[in-house]
Each structure stands twice: as C-alpha cells, then as structure tokens.
C-alpha cells in the first residue's frame, strides 16, 4: 500500500506562483511513477503532469506546458508540482498519484487508470 498526502494548496491572484507538494509513505512507493492530475470546478479530472521514478520521463498536458514543473525528491519520498504564472482558470483540485515502476508513454501516462493510489487532494484557486 502507498499513502499519499498533498499540501501546498491555497489561494493565489493570477500570475502567482503555488508548490505542491505530495508526500508518500508506504513500502511499495519506491520505484513508482507519479502523475498530478486536477479536477477544476464542474468539470471531468484532467491529466497536467507525468514523471518517472527518475524524472527521466516527464509529460506534461499542454495546459502545464512553460508553466508547471514537475519533479520529485525521492529521498523524501515526495513529489512536487510547481506552478508558475497561474490563471483562473487554473481553479481546481490538484491530486497526486502513483503506480508500479515500468516506462509509460504519454497515452498511459495521461491515463488515470495506470496509477492505482491517489491523495486525498489539494485546492488551489486562483482569482483575477
């Protein structure tokens, strides 16, 4: 089992800058891949970012591109996901996920279904 706990969520005015953090414990967390995906208001869960249990292999959705970086610190067993040049419209739940080891490419990564453990999630708002 892995438990994940996301912080680092809050309110901000466009423009600004949020990190998210995702901390994860659990024997099984080594080795995984972590993907943050957000749910904005009304709408369906989206994919933002991928990364491998290396950072070798990362993806972003087009919606984080020059934006948001994705990165992990795996001594601390924490992922992180910042976020620059915010706009509102960047509004949503930001949750954390991870899944077994192994090479996915962007369609697996993006997939919702390859990461079988997700944190409770983390609010981040974004006002104009």
């Known amino acids: 089992q892995v438990q994940l706990v996301e912080t680092g969520g809050g309110l901000v005015q466009a423009g600004g800058s949020l990190r998210l953090s995702c901390a994860g414990s659990?024997?099984?967390?080594?080795?995984?891949?972590m993907g943050w995906f957000r749910r904005p208001p009304g709408k369906e869960r989206e994919f933002v970012a991928h990364s491998s249990w290396s950072g070798r292999t990362i993806y972003y959705a087009d919606l984080a591109k020059g934006r948001f970086t994705i990165s992990r610190d795996n001594a601390k067993n924490t992922g992180y996901l910042q976020m620059n040049s915010l706009k509102p419209e960047d509004t949503a739940v930001y949750y954390c996920?991870?899944?077994?080891?192994?090479?996915?490419?962007?369609?697996?990564?993006?997939?919702?279904?390859?990461?079988?453990?997700w944190g409770q999630g983390t609010q981040v708002t974004v006002s104009s």
């Open positions: 659990g024997r099984t967390f080594s080795g995984t891949v």
């Open positions: 996920a991870v899944g077994p080891t192994g090479a996915l490419g962007p369609t697996g990564a993006s997939t919702s279904s390859s990461y079988p453990y």
